[in-house]
């Protein structure tokens, strides 16, 4: 049903690509730590859905970077995924003013 998550390190980037949804993150949520290990950005670009248990994950990738002393940015959101969370009223902790 779903297309699969993909994701790469590269330098100080983990990329994303495919589906970021409930059926796809576990993989991704198994190996947060060591993935954002010298991380500074998650580019989210390639993503083709994500759904609300995506956007969850990528909050706490955001959360668990910050408490590690990582400001942790989200880059190439979507015009989906900023859709996704203006109507969670999370601009505040995925802000969306420095995304192109």
């Known amino acids: 049903m779903s297309n699969g998550l993909h994701f790469e390190s ?3 980037c983990l990329i994303l690509s495919g589906c970021l949804d409930r059926e796809t ?3 991704l949520w198994e190996q ?3 993935l954002l290990k010298g991380v500074t950005c998650v580019d989210v670009a390639q993503l083709e859905r994500v759904d609300s248990s995506g ?3 990528l909050v706490h990738l ?3 970077a ?3 002393g990582v400001e942790l940015q989200i ?3 979507t015009d989906r995924l900023r859709t996704l969370v203006e109507l969670y009223n999370l601009k505040g902790i995925i802000p969306l003013d420095s995304d192109s």
Request: hydrophobic fraction near 40%.
């Open 10 to 12: 590269l330098q100080q």
């Open 25 to 27: 993150l576990l993989p």
């Open 32 to 34: 947060r730590e060591s």
């Open 55 to 57: 956007l969850a994950l």
């Open 62 to 64: 955001r959360d668990f």
């Open 66 to 68: 910050g408490r590690h």
């Open 75 to 77: 880059s190439g959101i």
